[in-house]
């Protein structure tokens, strides 16, 4: 098969541009709207707070809402190589800071790979622990450029929530990792469960234990679980990871984040 040079010659710049990130994690999901922005802003937060200097690429190239959850959107910047700074330790970059606000993005497949190449051959994060990378749901073409360049030693968290569709797009999530041969690092379960506003307290309004039996199936670590919390979406939508607050949420949240350090420490993730 003939390789294209100027292809060849992106992909090495791609490779030494990924070099400097010690670990890189893709979040992805089988469906929509289950909470991977939300888990892939609070784990970089946390993991920011606990020290490790973190980078976000916001890789869903129709519905960048990553500045968003951090009070940025509407923020315009001129050079792809400057990712922008959150704190001293957490950096986020997102193709919103560079399209028109609310301009649909109308392109075809192969377009979008090469926007893909182009942040992770231009996005200069220097020598950072972590890439957190938020993927839109499913296994579409961001998804692929994704995973196909950043490297084959990254590792990728699916997020799920408890309902039975769900987890069968999960599934597919999870043979569709296996197949390109990605890491899993293991699954979250997300929105399990409800806390009361007013007693605080934990009630089961989905069926529980689907995803705990889903991970064992198919041999993943169970991440944890976050419950649904009328707070997280106050949190998103006033640009502060809800990590911060004071939660049941935000306590599972830093047990998973524990987790995924543990995780990786070990090196226990399963293929
Ligand atoms: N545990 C939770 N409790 C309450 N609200 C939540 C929880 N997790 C996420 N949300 C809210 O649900 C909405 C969708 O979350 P989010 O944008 O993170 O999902 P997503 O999987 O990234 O969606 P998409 O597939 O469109 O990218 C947001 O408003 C977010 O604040
Ligand atoms: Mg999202």
């Known amino acids: 098969m003939q390789t294209n040079p100027a292809l060849a010659e992106r992909k090495q710049r791609i490779d030494s541009n990924m070099s400097n990130i010690k670990h890189k994690i893709v979040i992805m999901s089988g469906k929509g709207g289950v909470g991977k922005t939300t888990v892939s802003v609070n784990l970089a937060y946390g993991l920011s707070l606990r020290g490790y200097k973190v980078g976000i690429l916001d890789a869903d190239l129709h519905g960048p809402n990553v500045p968003l959850m951090f009070g940025k959107e509407g923020v315009k910047l001129s050079k792809i190589a400057e990712p922008l700074e959150i704190t001293q330790n957490l950096h986020i970059s997102s193709l919103s800071f560079?399209?028109?606000?609310?301009?649909?993005?109308?392109?075809?497949?192969?377009?979008?790979?090469?926007?893909?190449?182009?942040?992770?051959?231009?996005?200069?994060?220097?020598?950072?622990?972590?890439?957190?990378?938020?993927?839109?749901?499913?296994?579409?073409?961001?998804?692929?450029g994704i995973t196909q360049n950043i490297g084959t030693d990254s590792k990728a968290i699916i997020v799920t929530t408890p309902q039975k569709v769900s987890l069968l797009d999960s599934t597919r999530a999870i043979n569709f990792a296996r197949l390109i041969n990605l890491n899993l690092l293991g699954i979250i379960e997300n929105m399990s469960g409800f806390i009361c506003p007013d007693c605080q307290k934990e009630m089961n309004i989905f069926k529980k234990g689907g995803v705990k039996k889903l991970a064992q199936e198919k041999k993943i670590d169970f991440l944890g679980s976050i419950p649904l919390d009328g707070n997280i979406v106050e949190s998103s939508d006033s640009g502060l990871p809800f990590i911060s607050n004071d939660s049941v949420a935000s306590r599972r949240m830093n047990d998973v984040i524990n987790k995924v350090i543990e995780n990786l420490e070990n090196k226990n993730e399963s293929k």
Not at 104 to 111: A, L
Not at 117 to 142: A, H, Q, S, Y
Request: avoid cysteine; proline fraction near 11%; glycine fraction near 10%.
């Open 98 to 144: 560079f399209i028109p606000d609310n301009s649909p993005v109308v392109w075809k497949g192969p377009q979008k790979i090469t926007a893909i190449m182009e942040m992770l051959e231009g996005i200069k994060w220097g020598e950072i622990d972590f890439l957190i990378v938020d993927l839109p749901p499913g296994t579409g073409d961001e998804t692929l």
